[in-house]
């Protein structure tokens, strides 16, 4: 699904240059939950990244599902990355003036869809995460985890082929943590492919492979 050869990128500032990721190979196949771990700053936000295509590798390749995404310009790689991934992240994201609704169907509005279709696909996208319910709430109307249910419903409402989380359980209570990880589970049961940065070893444990990083480089 995701194959990334010899990859490696660069950070350049005014004053210092820092190797994030050195010589990376990885391949995540269809339908695998894998959990990225490591400490702070090893690299794994920045590995997260380029294999949702958000940034482009110093050097090496990146394959998305067969397609040699190097070769391909800005626009074809925004399509691609559309398309193909939805994103959570640690924070959630919403935008707070925004009901719940309308915050999960944003990422349809780049797609040639009606505004009907629209509606009913972030419906049921919350009604897969358990929310059908708060469809008319604004974000800050509901409680941490309920926030983190609609980023994933928003990530999910263009049917993408991966998810890619970013510690999504992070700003969370355990209990709030573990509904996260039942519908990230569920999805994945379900065919969904979850590469997911995890700093907990017991959420871990609970993927099919923890790839660890360390100083930007892949450890056994
Ligand atoms: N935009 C940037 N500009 C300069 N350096 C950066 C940038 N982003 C990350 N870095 C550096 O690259 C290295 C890897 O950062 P990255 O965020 O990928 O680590 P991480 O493992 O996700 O860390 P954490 O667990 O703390 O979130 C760090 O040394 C970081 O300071």
Do not use: W
């Amino acid at each position: 699904m995701i194959r990334l050869s010899k990859v490696s990128k660069t950070y350049q500032t005014d004053k210092v240059e820092t190797l994030a990721l050195k010589d990376i190979d990885l391949h995540v196949e269809k339908s695998e939950f894998v959990c990225i771990m490591g400490p702070s700053g090893c690299g794994k936000s920045t590995l997260l990244n380029l294999i949702g295509l958000l940034d482009r590798p110093g050097s090496g390749a990146i394959h998305v599902a067969g397609a040699p995404v190097a070769s391909y310009k800005d626009k074809h790689v925004a399509k691609l990355r559309n398309n193909t991934f939805g994103f959570i992240f640690q924070s959630f994201h919403l935008i707070n003036d925004l009901r719940v609704i309308d915050n999960v169907e944003l990422p349809l509005l780049y797609r040639d869809l009606s505004a009907k279709k629209r509606q009913r696909l972030a419906r049921e996208a919350l009604e897969k995460v358990g929310l059908g319910a708060r469809m008319d709430h604004y974000p800050n109307q509901l409680s941490g985890g309920q926030q983190q249910r609609v980023a994933i419903a928003r990530a999910i409402v263009g049917q993408p082929q991966v998810l890619l989380a970013d510690e999504p359980t992070g700003n969370l209570d355990s209990k709030m943590g573990q509904e996260v990880m039942d519908i990230l589970l569920k999805l994945n049961s379900e065919g969904t492919t979850v590469v997911m940065v995890t700093h907990d070893e017991q959420e871990a444990k609970l993927a099919s492979r923890i790839v660890r990083v360390f100083d930007g480089q892949l450890v056994a």
